[in-house]
């Protein structure tokens, strides 16, 4: 998975509470996305960063807020989870913008009840 | 509104022998197409990656065709096995950020004995 690990791989969580998923490469990679999968629909773009606190939002970032302290982190916060965030999130690294070639991590798993 | 449309949705086939999935795409401007493999409960893996003036890309026993003019890919793989089995996304980027990257839903391919 090119240097790419992500915290926790599964999770279970209560509605209302937060929840904050880790990415961290060992690639040295500027670019570093957030994305969701859920069934019938194609991977979507969460929030995404160029660099060192620098972020911007993708098609679906309402309920998430990200930040990157550290060239290797990237941090996804759900402020208050909901059922309909229910799903695989995945990170992904690139050395350059989204035209260029992206390198996907495991995924975790997060179901809320 | 930018579109990635696979077919078919769901494939199986015996061990051993050849397939085509096909994508249309909607995506302009165009900059690359890409094709991803991915394994139930792994992130996905690229195949291959091509520009729009590429016609063909190979990786091993999987073959990569575009058509820009007619926004259609198609993804071959040769003499299939066991280990073939996972979804297959396209990828379509548009210059630019992040956010211009659309995805398909993925064919599910299964290889049987």
Same mark, same amino acid.
């Given at each position: 998975?090119?240097?790419?690990? *992500?915290? /926790?791989?599964?999770?279970?969580?209560?509605t209302?509470? /937060?929840?904050?998923?880790r990415?961290?490469?060992?690639?040295?990679?500027?670019?570093?996305?957030?994305?969701?999968?859920? /069934?019938?629909?194609?991977?979507?773009?969460?929030h995404?960063?160029?660099?060192?606190?620098?972020?911007?939002?993708?098609?679906?970032?309402?309920?998430? =807020?990200? =930040?990157?302290?550290?060239?290797?982190?990237?941090?996804?916060?759900?402020?208050s989870?909901?059922?309909? *965030?229910?799903?695989?999130?995945?990170?992904?690294?690139?050395?350059?913008?989204? =035209?260029y070639? *992206?390198?996907?991590? /495991?995924?975790?798993?997060?179901?809320?009840? | #509104?930018?579109?990635?449309?696979?077919?078919?949705?769901?494939?199986?086939?015996?061990?051993g022998?050849? $397939?085509?999935?096909? $994508?249309?795409?909607?995506?302009?401007?165009?900059?690359?197409?890409?094709?991803y #493999?991915?394994?139930? !409960?792994?992130?996905?893996?690229?195949? +291959?990656?091509?520009?729009?003036?590429?016609?063909?890309?190979?990786?091993?026993?999987y073959?990569? +065709?575009?058509?820009?003019?007619? #926004?259609?890919?198609?993804?071959?793989?040769?003499?299939?096995?066991?280990?073939?089995?996972?979804?297959?996304? $396209?990828?379509?980027?548009?210059?630019? +950020?992040?956010?211009?990257?659309?995805? !398909?839903?993925?064919?599910?391919?299964?290889?049987?004995?």
């Amino acid at each position: 998975d090119a240097g790419i690990t *992500q915290s /926790p791989r599964h999770k279970v969580t209560e509605t209302g509470t /937060p929840v904050t998923l880790r990415c961290h490469q060992t690639e040295n990679h500027r670019y570093m996305y957030w994305y969701r999968q859920d /069934p019938g629909h194609g991977l979507r773009l969460i929030h995404y960063s160029y660099g060192v606190k620098d972020t911007d939002k993708g098609e679906v970032s309402d309920g998430y =807020s990200v =930040s990157r302290s550290k060239t290797e982190d990237f941090l996804l916060t759900l402020e208050s989870a909901t059922s309909s *965030q229910t799903s695989v999130y995945f990170c992904a690294i690139s050395t350059h913008t989204s =035209s260029y070639e *992206q390198y996907f991590g /495991p995924g975790t798993r997060l179901t809320v009840t | #509104k930018n579109q990635v449309e696979q077919s078919p949705q769901s494939l199986i086939i015996l061990e051993g022998k050849n $397939c085509t999935l096909q $994508c249309n795409y909607t995506v302009s401007p165009f900059s690359n197409l890409r094709w991803y #493999k991915q394994d139930t !409960g792994r992130g996905p893996v690229s195949l +291959t990656i091509m520009t729009f003036s590429e016609n063909t890309k190979s990786n091993g026993r999987y073959t990569a +065709t575009l058509d820009a003019d007619t #926004k259609q890919s198609s993804l071959h793989i040769t003499a299939s096995q066991l280990s073939d089995s996972a979804s297959y996304i $396209c990828v379509v980027s548009a210059p630019g +950020t992040a956010s211009k990257l659309t995805f !398909g839903t993925g064919t599910r391919l299964q290889v049987t004995l």
